[in-house]
């Protein structure tokens, strides 16, 4: 049962403009989210988190959104850059508990 | 730099054959993790080991084995690989069960397993 769920394979963005990747959960009892990222060949790194107390999260170009009524968090890239190509993955946890992982989306961020 | 190590990064077994995936870190975490992750699909977590206390995920075939001999090292074995069996096996840690914040998992590059 796929809990976390990104339902975009991939997304392409010109340089310079916004990105913005879904995430949609059902376990209304998560309480953590975090964003990876991966290049080919290399294992997942850590981008961005946000706990469920909070709406918003910011570091730099990258900012998390959640809204927990709606079980949906967003991550926004601003501005894109060609070295955000990439697979992003969305996971999920409760309490301290394992990761529960989407599926990735492929950004492709053009000239 | 302090990482996730994982050798060898390509491995080709024969169906059947037995292969051990061998992972080592030097950030000192507590608990380590196996994940499979085949092509467009989410990292399936195979088990984790908080310390030496081993943790199976229900789904996870006996045909997977793991061991821990100690803080640094952790293995995957597969005792009979078959074809379905190919996919990338990602290695990760983490530094406690603790707080929320403690769920930050640190990811080796993976083993790229191919089952002849």
């Known amino acids: 049962d796929q809990q976390v769920k990104q339902n975009s394979p991939s997304l392409s963005v010109q340089e310079g403009r916004i990105s913005i990747l879904n995430c949609d959960y059902t376990?209304?009892?998560?309480?953590?989210f975090l964003w990876y990222k991966k290049y080919p060949a290399e294992g997942p790194t850590f981008l961005i988190s946000?706990?469920?107390?909070?709406d918003k999260n910011e570091d730099g170009r990258f900012t998390v959104f959640l809204n927990k009524s709606a079980k949906h968090l967003s991550l926004h890239i601003v501005p894109s850059q060609p070295g955000d190509s990439a697979v992003y993955f969305c996971a999920a946890s409760r309490g301290w508990g394992k990761l529960q992982f989407g599926a990735g989306t492929q950004v492709v961020v053009t000239p | 730099d302090a990482m996730v190590i994982q050798n060898p990064r390509y491995q080709v077994t024969q169906f059947g054959k037995p292969v051990t995936l061998s992972c080592s870190q030097t950030l000192n975490h507590n608990v380590m993790y196996w994940y499979q992750q085949k092509s467009s699909q989410a990292p399936k977590l195979l088990f984790h080991?908080?310390?030496?206390?081993?943790?199976n995920e229900a789904d996870t075939p006996d045909n997977f084995q793991s061991r821990r001999p100690n803080t640094s090292f952790c293995f995957l074995d597969i005792r009979s690989p078959g074809l379905g069996d190919a996919a990338m096996y990602l290695c990760?840690?983490?530094?406690?069960?603790?707080?929320?914040?403690?769920?930050?998992?640190?990811f080796g590059p993976g083993t790229r397993l191919t089952v002849l």
């Open positions: 946000i706990s469920s107390i909070k």
């Open positions: 080991y908080y310390d030496k206390d081993f943790n």
């Open positions: 376990n209304s009892m998560f309480d953590y």
């Open positions: 990760a840690t983490s530094r406690a069960i603790g707080t929320a914040e403690d769920n930050e998992q640190f």
